[in-house]
Structures are given as structure tokens and as C-alpha cells.
């Protein structure tokens, strides 16, 4: 069964220090892995999808890595706007459906 | 361009009535996906629809339907109402580039008591 791990469940930076997310994977025949934001009281937004072990992505202070288990969400120098919860899920695809599987987030909170 | 719509932001039925929940996704896209958010449980996936087709269905019990339109426009009803049907229940749409990437509403809140 495709599983999804996130670490830490929850996170407290102080602004400037920086840090990385982790999102551990099983699945049978990646197609995808998906970063996504989440503020309080919206849907997720889109960040990152990855889609091969080595490769990376970049957006502003976020960057995103991949290898064959697992992937990192490395964040730099945060400030308190990036306060938020952290999605990571990975795209099975079956025919022609597609689905989601997500983790259970990891909460970010960015202090002064 | 218009992201995704979901109707109503907020909802507060009793058990054993039902709900209907509303998706209107973004201009173009034809799939439609809906996915129930709980603190304990994370996102779960419901069921994708394509040009009115099912074409994905999660780990659901029966009393979990969706539907879509011409119009791509898509509802999901629950029925007969469980207190554990409380959550977050979100809309995605996605379009046809290849990219795969969803796109979500901010989410019809459900609170059953």
C-alpha cells in the first residue's frame, strides 16, 4: 500500500534559522512527488512536483531534493510568512486515474 | 482566471441528514478530484472525475457519491451523516498540460453534530 511519512509533525524556527522537512515514501511506480503550503482555513497550495531521483527545485527560500525513498523541503533563512503546514504527497497513476496521496503535514512556525 | 470554487464555505448538519457540496474548477479543466481533510487522517482521497466519468474512488463507504457535469462543474453528497463525516472535504481541479497538478478550492467546512 502507498504510505507517506512526514518528520517532524511539527517544527519551531526562529527567524533566520534554517532548517529541512522530510517526507519518506513507499509507493509502487512513482509518477510524481508534490510539495504543497497550507495556511489556516485554505486549501493547499502548490509548490514543487519532483519527478526523478537528483533532481531539485527553488522558490525564493524554499528548495525542494528527491532521492529513490525520500524528500526534503530545505528552508532558508525563514521569516514568519512561511509560517504554515508543509504537504508532501506522491502521484500514483493507474490507466487513466490519477490520485494523491498525501502525509499528515508537517507545521511550521516561524518566530521573530 | 477564476480558481476553484467550492459552495458552501461552512455547513452545520445533524447526524443522519445529508449534504451536497459544491465544486466549480477552474475554466478548461476537465478533472475534478475530492478529497476529505481530518486533524488525525491528513487528506484522503475520495474520487476523480473526468468528462462526467468516475474514474478513481478511494477507500469510502457508499454513502460517499460525487457527480459531474457537462460543465465540468461537480457536487459530492453524503448521506445519512456520521459524527466522524466532520471535516474539511476540498476540490481539486487539473488540467491537461501534463504537469498533473491540482489545484484546490479553500474547502467546504462540514461540522456534523
Known amino acids: 500500500e502507498d504510505q507517506v511519512t512526514q518528520s517532524p509533525e511539527a517544527l519551531r524556527l526562529q527567524e533566520g534559522e534554517s532548517s529541512s522537512l522530510n517526507c519518506s515514501y513507499t509507493?509502487?511506480?512513482?509518477?510524481?512527488l508534490f510539495w504543497y503550503r497550507q495556511d489556516p482555513g485554505k486549501g493547499p497550495e502548490f509548490l514543487f512536483t519532483?519527478?526523478?531521483a537528483g533532481e531539485e527545485k527553488e522558490k525564493e527560500r524554499l528548495k525542494a531534493t528527491l532521492t529513490k525513498k525520500e524528500s526534503f523541503l530545505h528552508i532558508t533563512a525563514p521569516k514568519p510568512e512561511d509560517s504554515a503546514t508543509y504537504l508532501c504527497?506522491?502521484?500514483?497513476?493507474?490507466?487513466?486515474?490519477?490520485?494523491?496521496?498525501f502525509g499528515t503535514g508537517t507545521r511550521l512556525q516561524v518566530t521573530l | 482566471k477564476a480558481g476553484v470554487t467550492q459552495t458552501p464555505r461552512y455547513l452545520i448538519k445533524t447526524r443522519g441528514q445529508q449534504v451536497t457540496l459544491s465544486c466549480s474548477p477552474i475554466?478548461?479543466?476537465?478533472?475534478v478530484s475530492w478529497y476529505q481533510q481530518t486533524p488525525g487522517q491528513g487528506l484522503q482521497f475520495l474520487f476523480e472525475y473526468f468528462s462526467e466519468t468516475q474514474r478513481n474512488k478511494g477507500n469510502f463507504p457508499g454513502r460517499f457519491s460525487g457527480r459531474q457535469f457537462s460543465n465540468s462543474r461537480s457536487e459530492m453528497n453524503v448521506s445519512t451523516l456520521e459524527l466522524g463525516d466532520s471535516a474539511l472535504y476540498l476540490c481539486?481541479?487539473?488540467?491537461?498540460?501534463?504537469?498533473?497538478?491540482?489545484?484546490f478550492g479553500a474547502g467546504s467546512r462540514l461540522t456534523v453534530l
Open positions: 475554466s478548461g479543466h476537465r478533472s
Open positions: 519532483l519527478y526523478s
Open positions: 504527497a506522491v502521484q500514483v497513476v493507474t490507466g487513466t486515474a490519477s490520485k494523491l496521496t
Open positions: 481539486a481541479s487539473r488540467g491537461t498540460s501534463g504537469a498533473n497538478v491540482l489545484t
Open positions: 509507493v509502487s511506480g512513482l509518477r510524481g
